[in-house]
């Protein structure tokens, strides 16, 4: 992202990253020969079936036959993905158990009273695999036409145009920090998951959703809905008539959702340098790609040190975001 980067701090935490993922060099240059000798427990921090398994889902087997181990995915959802986090975070840093993270896992330790991980200082970042910006999308029957016609209607009347999104979310700090930067107030209505949220704003329950492009689209097309923008600096290349955030007078704006690939702190050199290689090589192929592609959640790799200060500079952010609205859990 990039509407109010925080300078000092996040490269603090940037070097903190680096520092606690075992002193990654800006340039691995460990020998790539690891070879390991068992299955590969490759954990996903939600339940089966979602959007973050089926990714992990769509490259695994391109992994096992690289490293010549079944890379096993292991899903252990629960408490916002916490509860899989700390299993990562227990483990032994022996390059046997990974996990595919996603942009909560930045979020949830600052929400969290206590979430029992840290997610810089417990993880060792490996690569980013996939970025995807979000969308806004709204009831095809309700009169706004681009986001910024849901801005002034709350100005003129707070808390008219409502919008549901699982809390502690990358979604719902979007939508808490665009009523900040423009100065209105929305009708939160909370959900335990992005489906049910979906089907109420199909149904007119409330008026707007947040998530993925590719969850709307099939929507658009039976216009059902419209999406009023996109969280990305540049328009979607799904969704090219739409006007970004920025476009409509809220900033530099470039929020994104992501997945990226982490073990547990104090993993080897050599080992992440394997699996950084072996990574990128499979995310270029194109049958990942294409799964990728089909899902809405273009490829996007990036190497471990860029990847750590990547997530440095997301959980400063979004840290700050969750601090000036006072969302953190008091009990």
Not at 207 to 235: C, H, N, W
Not at 288 to 317: H, L, Q, W
Not at 319 to 330: E, Q, R, T, W, Y
Request: glycine share 10%.
């Amino acid at each position: 992202m990039t509407q109010q980067r925080l300078g000092k701090p996040v490269l603090g935490l940037a070097a903190l990253a680096l520092s606690c993922a075992g002193g990654l060099p800006t340039t691995l240059a460990a020998d790539a020969t690891w070879k390991p000798a068992k299955p590969i427990k490759l954990i996903v921090a939600y339940p089966a079936g979602g959007p973050v398994d089926q990714m992990a889902r769509a490259f695994s087997n391109e992994m096992a036959n690289e490293l010549g181990q079944p890379v096993i995915v292991d899903n252990r959802g629960g408490a916002s993905g916490s509860l899989g986090a700390n299993f990562v975070r227990r483990a032994e840093p022996d390059g046997y158990t990974i996990s595919l993270i996603m942009d909560a896992h930045t979020i949830v330790p600052s929400l969290m009273k206590d979430a029992g991980y840290r997610p810089l200082e417990d993880f060792t970042p490996i690569g980013l695999v996939t970025r995807a910006p979000m969308a806004i999308g709204v009831n095809a029957q309700r009169p706004y036409q681009i986001f910024r016609d849901v801005a002034e209607a709350a100005r003129a009347k707070p808390r008219s145009a409502s919008y549901g999104v699982s809390q502690g979310t990358l979604g719902s700090l979007v939508m808490l920090q665009l009523q900040r930067l423009g100065n209105f107030e929305l009708l939160n209505v909370p959900y335990k998951g992005a489906a049910p949220a979906l089907q109420d704003a199909l149904g007119g329950q409330i008026d707007m959703v947040v998530g993925f492009p590719s969850k709307v689209m099939p929507y658009i097309q039976s216009k059902q809905m419209r999406v009023l923008a996109v969280t990305s600096k540049e328009r979607s290349k799904d969704l090219p008539d739409i006007p970004t955030l920025g476009e409509q007078g809220f900033g530099e704006i470039d929020w994104s959702g992501w997945m990226g690939l982490a073990g547990p702190a104090g993993m080897p050199p050599a080992i992440v340098q394997r699996y950084s290689s072996v990574l990128k090589k499979v995310l270029s192929e194109p049958a990942v790609i294409e799964r990728f592609n089909a899902a809405g959640m273009p490829v996007d790799f990036s190497d471990p040190p860029t990847f750590a200060k990547f997530m440095a500079s997301e959980t400063a952010y979004w840290n700050k975001v969750i601090v000036d609205g006072k969302l953190a859990a008091s009990n």
